[in-house]
């Protein structure tokens, strides 16, 4: 048997305690870094996240799935457009 992840498993990207403009600027940056298709998980703290990420999601061409909020943690959970 493998170890290795589903194929259309989530790659975590924790952004906990970093600022305004960095959760975004780095999930951006990781987005284009997943081949078309893929799929992010980002958490982070920033209060400006629940506006910012979902933002830049749309700038992206991506697609937002799922955003929660547990306490100070955002979580959002995007797929790279198949194209």
């Known amino acids: 048997m493998s170890d290795a992840p589903p194929p259309d498993a989530p790659i975590d990207l924790d952004l ?25 998980r980002v958490t982070c703290t920033d209060p400006l996240a629940g506006i910012d990420i979902p933002h830049a999601v749309r700038e992206e061409g991506a697609a937002l799935e799922a955003q929660e909020r547990d306490g100070a943690a955002f979580r959002f959970l995007i797929r790279r457009s198949p194209i």
């Open 16 to 40: 906990s305690g970093l600022k305004c403009p960095l959760p975004a600027l780095r999930t951006r940056k990781a987005l284009r870094g997943l081949t078309p298709g893929g799929r992010l």
